[in-house]
């Protein structure tokens, strides 16, 4: 049997510092909330640095450790702010007193090579740190949103009875509004009327140009897949201008098929770059093999081709159903009052009434983007099981 590393301590002078940092950037979070974000730099970075060296110093046990500190923070949370102040306490508590004996019991190196120099560590956590704030910040809009949906009140701003997680202060009147409002409906009605049919087009059209253009004797194939995806270069407000002049000279502006046809112009650059990134594995001596046994091209394309690439056409489908679900600015141009889509709506809830109920149509949104998400990363797994199925 082998032996087991024994654990190297590091150094107060190294921990205690990075622990600190940690605590002013916590700090100036909680001290911009307050009123003061230098100040509560300073006292983050102090508190969190003698939490450190009082925990691995003269604690040994590290779960009583974490746990005293997790209780202690959530006490003065309390005490400070009342039971949200308590929640972030003892989250804060239990985080630094982890990361303090994570840091002092060497345990960040455990799952790294040994040959790391010093640098190469500290890159290796800054690029995961760098890309955790990244997630934080674009995250940070949707973790408003969504609690705010359920505000008894009709403010876009945190009531104090929902600061003290007062059960009064939270209601679903909003969601109520929605399903009972003939306005928000009615937008509901033309999203789902526009989107399923401007996605089956984008599908369509889109895949078939994918196939199309990953064959190699197609003369021009860059120029042609330029000029495909250009809807997702081109400015959104120059594409919506140029889709009403030209409407309105062929008389489909302000018509229902003009909108479909304009959500589905925007869809199929990404169902062509989905399909286009599946056709890369794609074995073309199947397709061969399949026009040998008899099978006409057809046949080939629905039985041998069309499985294998089923979850990048399914990918790029997806893409296309939430970019016509989600657009206003085209529909702003070309369609007219009969077309008013659930995106539109919420224009008209933010431009003109204020409305509330804008919180919980997009929560609802979200929870239906997560959704797709998932489902495109379930398949996209399953494209990747299909590709090292293949013949190499």
Not at 194 to 200: D, E, W, Y
Not at 265 to 293: C, E, K, Q, W, Y
Not at 323 to 343: C, H, I, M, N, R
Request: aromatic letters at 12%; proline letters at 6%.
């Amino acid at each position: 049997m082998t032996a087991l590393t024994p654990i190297s301590r590091t150094a107060p002078s190294f921990y205690v510092p990075v622990v600190a940092l940690a605590g002013a950037v916590a700090g100036l979070f909680v001290g911009t909330a307050q009123g003061s974000g230098l100040l509560g730099i300073v006292i983050g970075a102090i508190a969190m640095g003698a939490l450190a060296f009082v925990l691995t110093r003269f604690v040994s046990s590290e779960k009583a450790g974490i746990w005293g500190s997790t209780a202690l923070l959530a006490v003065i949370g309390f005490l400070m702010g009342g039971i949200p102040a308590l929640i972030i306490g003892a989250a804060f508590g239990w985080f630094f007193a982890w990361f303090g004996y994570w840091l002092y019991e060497g345990r960040y190196r455990r799952k790294l090579p040994p040959y790391l120099t010093p640098g190469q560590v500290l890159w290796h956590f800054a690029f995961r740190v760098i890309c955790g704030a990244i997630l934080v910040f674009l995250i940070t809009p949707i973790l408003v949103v969504m609690p705010l949906s359920f505000n008894a009140e009709n403010f876009f701003t945190f009531t104090p009875e929902m600061l003290r997680f007062d059960p009064d202060g939270y209601s679903l009147k909003h969601y109520r509004d929605f399903f009972n409002s003939s306005d928000w409906q009615a937008a509901l009605r033309n999203s789902l009327m526009i989107a399923p049919v401007a996605t089956l087009l984008s599908v369509s059209f889109g895949t078939l140009a994918a196939i199309g253009l990953s064959q190699p004797h197609v003369p021009f194939r860059r120029a042609i897949m330029a000029v495909l995806i250009s809807p997702m270069i081109v400015p959104l407000i120059i594409s919506a201008a140029g889709m009403y002049f030209f409407y309105s000279r062929i008389g489909l502006q302000g018509t229902y098929l003009g909108v479909v046809l304009a959500h589905a112009a925007l869809g199929i650059p990404f169902v062509i770059i989905t399909v286009t990134a599946t056709l890369v594995g794609f074995d073309p001596s199947l397709t061969r093999a399949a026009a040998n046994m008899g099978a006409s091209p057809v046949r080939t394309f629905f039985k041998v081709q069309m499985p294998l690439i089923l979850p990048g056409v399914i990918s790029g489908g997806l893409f296309a159903f939430i970019t016509s679900f989600d657009e206003v600015v085209v529909v702003l141009f070309v369609g007219s009052a009969g077309q008013k889509t659930l995106p539109w709506q919420m224009f008209i809830g933010l431009r003109e009434q204020i409305s509330p109920t804008i919180l919980a149509v997009a929560t609802l949104l979200v929870t239906i983007s997560i959704l797709l998400l998932t489902t495109l990363e379930l398949l996209r797994r399953r494209s990747e099981r299909l590709r090292g199925m293949s013949p190499s």
